[in-house]
């Protein structure tokens, strides 16, 4: 069967919502009842059947919806969407690996057709039809990597290795979790993870690097990250801070349960064939705590995470002021049983 696409909304009136079926979906962040940093990179390898791990894109009921999302916040800041001058290579390699992954994997949504440098590409929900050629900017209504990536859930970044770092040199991001493109855009590795607390001195990112810069075509790799957000809002960028900041303020003990989301992010990279460069997607995901405790292995793990996360982690994820009022909510789905390893339901 497929896909259902919902109308909601994640700004506004916020009808955003998950269907059971979505919950299930959910990319459970946590594998036992703590939470510390590590590197947590496995290979990028189609996983459990109806879990974001089925398929390297995700597509999922709120496909148009996010699009719609990404739209308004790029008509509102088109700084969101970057390129440098010498990213046109990767551009069209990220074009390649989207447009491939969605007609494989949803059929019925997507389709696309080469003849050689001449492709056909359909987008049937989005009503989209383009005959373009292939490394050709000009026979596309906008630049590759925007064209695509209005197309694809998830925010993406393309970074160039050279002199033995990596680069931020473009991007579009609409649904990132408190950083901005436009302040990272030129930078490296170790720059823009620079803000993380604690992660540094434990060698995380030296780590990370050495391996990234490794990496080989054909071999992709991902890992979890998550904080949480007020409301389902996507767009949480430090341009748009007086429209959602103030959301921290209004958690009450009855409100909790709808208006606090775990918000986890889905990070994948894949080495790029023609340019060499490595693209990063961040495919987000929300799921209130009311949706959560409908999982018991995960009321319970919330609940034991958020009561021992290090201080300095709750500060930096910026859950200070609202997270015991969560551990109280969650302490009556938390009966004390042991918890399964893992992160999948019971």
């Not at 990132?176 to 060698?203: C, N, R, T, Y």
């Not at 208006?259 to 997607?281: D, G, T």
């Not at 300095?312 to 910026?318: D, F, L, N, R, V």
Request: net charge negative; glycine share 6%.
């Amino acid at each position: 069967m497929g896909l259902m696409f919902k109308d909601e909304t994640y700004r506004g009136d916020f009808t955003f919502a998950n269907s059971p079926a979505a919950i299930r979906h959910f990319p459970f962040p946590f594998h036992e009842d703590k939470y510390m940093y590590a590197v947590n990179i496995e290979p990028h390898v189609p996983g459990r059947k109806g879990t974001a791990y089925e398929f390297p894109i995700d597509i999922d009921e709120h496909y148009l919806a996010d699009m719609r999302d990404r739209a308004i916040t790029l008509a509102e800041d088109p700084l969101r969407c970057q390129s440098l001058p010498h990213m046109l290579a990767a551009e069209w390699d990220l074009v390649e690996l989207l447009m491939t992954s969605m007609a494989r994997d949803y059929p019925e949504h997507f389709s696309l057709t080469r003849d050689g440098d001449q492709w056909h590409w359909i987008n049937r929900p989005m009503k989209i039809e383009d005959k373009f050629t292939f490394g050709n900017v000009a026979t596309l209504p906008l630049r590759p990597m925007e064209y695509i990536t209005r197309q694809c859930q998830g925010d993406f970044c393309l970074l160039d290795q050279r002199d033995g770092d990596l680069w931020m040199d473009a991007g579009i991001v609409t649904s990132q979790a408190d950083w901005s493109l436009d302040f990272d855009i030129g930078m490296s590795f170790k720059e823009w993870h620079a803000p993380v607390p604690m992660a540094h001195e434990i060698g995380i990112f030296d780590r990370a690097l050495k391996f990234l810069l490794a990496m080989q075509i054909g071999h992709p790799v991902r890992r979890l990250n998550w904080t949480m957000t007020i409301n389902p809002r996507l767009d949480t960028a430090p341009e748009t801070y007086p429209k959602w900041g103030i959301d921290r303020t209004t958690v009450t003990p009855e409100n909790v349960g709808d208006k606090v989301h775990l918000r986890v992010e889905l990070q994948a990279l894949w080495r790029l064939p023609r340019s060499n460069a490595i693209v990063f997607s961040i495919r987000g995901y929300l799921l209130k705590m009311r949706e959560l405790v409908t999982i018991p292995k995960w009321s319970r793990r919330m609940h034991r995470v958020l009561k021992t996360l290090p201080p300095e982690i709750a500060a930096y994820k910026g859950l200070s002021r609202y997270q015991q009022t969560t551990i109280d909510w969650l302490s009556k789905y938390d009966d004390g049983q042991p918890t399964s390893l893992g992160f999948f339901p019971d």
